[in-house]
Structures are given as structure tokens and as C-alpha cells.
């Protein structure tokens, strides 16, 4: 089966440099969220989207931007690089029919994002 | 302020034994809770779920225990096996398709 495809899966920037991670849910799902996994700490919601609006934004800094596009794929635009950006990000997927919230959203394998 | 709470950084458990995982959390909002387990380098793979209107819920080995009264939550897998060895997450939703909350995450070690 398909699944949130992640891409790239390893990125090295140096500090004050721009990064773009992207984001492919599954087909027909129509919610994209956003986590950001710092070194031994819990994922923490950046922002998501549904039918490509923006629905719910966390603990997202200002240098960071996102999109849901027409074909439901995100990217996630971070600028001004810092060294503490340097984390795993993930994205999820989900789909309004039914009810995900009870099977649980499907994460992509995650971007590792390093700044030198 | 962390919402979500898993008090056990680690756990060590012997293949074949039964392993608890605990949850507490502080929001009472929260209406659905579910379990995540990660492996290293990627991204969390889900387990099982609950919603606030069942105290149980069975899928296997898997098994997860809700106390609305109490804010807790549990997860037991019986019997563990050592591939179960991983990081296991707790995370809530005050909604389907709402953003989730984790919990800080316990590593599981099955000993063969």
C-alpha cells in the first residue's frame, strides 16, 4: 500500500541557509500535519493543513512557512537556518472519511535535517 | 507544558513477559489516544488506539487500558517478543483529525 512519502530523506544546510522539505500523503488523503523531532525529545506539531488550507498551526517559528498544494503534497519552506533546527521532520497523513483519529494518522519516514 | 506524560523513560522486559507502558495526561479534552512505535531514523508506525467512550481495546498481542477518572492510559503487549524493542509514544487528540500530543516516549528492550 501506498504511503506519506517524505523527500529529501537527509538534508545538510549551513545556518542562514533556506531548506524545503517535502511532503506526499496518501492517496485521497486530504489532511497533511507537520512534526518537528529534536534529539531525544516527543514529535511536536508544527502546523497542518486539510483541502489545502491551513487548519491548525503549533509551535511553528516565523522563519518557517508551509503549503498544501493542489495535488494535496506540502512543503515545508524554512529559512534563516539555526543550528537548534536540526531535527527529524515529519509528515502525516489523513484522510476526513471515516475516522482517523481512531486508526491513527500515516508518517513518513521523516527528513533529517542537519545545520552546520 | 507537557500534556502528555510518559514517566518511564525505559523498560526492560523479558521475551515472553508481559510489558506495561504508561500514559498520564493532563488535558481533559482529550478524547482520543493512541500509540506510536518509532524505530531510529523513522517515522512513528501506528499501534492501537482508544477513544474516550471505551476503557479497552484489543488488537493481538496489543491491548490498550483508558481511565477517563484517573488520566491515565496503558498499553500491554503480550507476549513480548524482541522485535518490540523500540521507542513507544503516547499521543492524544482532543478530535479525529485534530493534531496530536505525544508523550515523551519510553524505550522498550525485549531480553531474549
Known amino acids: 500500500a501506498a504511503g506519506v512519502i517524505q523527500s529529501p530523506r537527509h538534508l545538510i544546510k549551513e545556518k542562514r541557509e533556506t531548506a524545503t522539505l517535502k511532503c506526499y500523503p496518501i492517496p485521497r488523503h486530504d489532511t497533511v500535519y507537520w512534526y518537528q523531532q529534536g534529539p531525544g525529545q516527543d514529535p511536536q506539531f508544527l502546523i497542518s493543513?486539510?483541502?489545502?488550507?491551513?487548519?491548525d498551526k503549533g509551535s511553528i517559528p516565523d522563519r518557517f512557512s508551509a503549503q498544501q498544494f493542489s495535488d494535496y503534497h506540502s512543503e515545508l519552506n524554512m529559512s534563516s537556518l539555526e543550528l537548534g533546527d536540526s531535527a527529524l521532520y515529519f509528515c502525516a497523513s489523513s484522510s476526513t472519511e471515516g475516522q482517523p483519529g481512531l486508526y491513527g494518522y500515516t508518517f513518513g519516514s521523516g527528513t533529517r535535517l542537519t545545520v552546520v | 507544558d507537557q500534556q502528555v506524560k510518559q514517566n518511564s523513560p525505559s523498560l526492560s522486559v523479558q521475551e515472553g513477559r508481559i510489558s506495561i507502558l504508561n500514559c498520564d495526561y493532563t488535558n481533559s479534552m482529550f478524547d482520543y489516544f493512541l500509540w506510536y512505535k518509532k524505530y531510529p531514523a523513522e517515522g512513528p508506525t501506528f499501534l492501537i488506539s482508544i477513544s474516550s467512550i471505551k476503557d479497552k481495546n484489543e488488537d493481538g498481542r496489543f491491548t490498550v487500558f483508558l481511565n477517563k477518572s484517573a488520566k491515565h492510559l496503558s498499553l500491554h503487549i503480550v507476549p513480548s517478543q524482541p522485535g518490540d524493542s523500540a521507542v513507544y509514544f503516547c499521543?492524544?487528540?482532543?478530535?479525529?483529525?485534530?493534531?496530536?500530543?505525544f508523550g515523551t516516549g519510553t524505550r522498550l528492550t525485549i531480553i531474549p
Open positions: 493543513f486539510y483541502e489545502k488550507m491551513q487548519s
Open positions: 499521543a492524544a487528540s482532543v478530535s479525529p483529525r485534530e493534531k496530536l500530543t
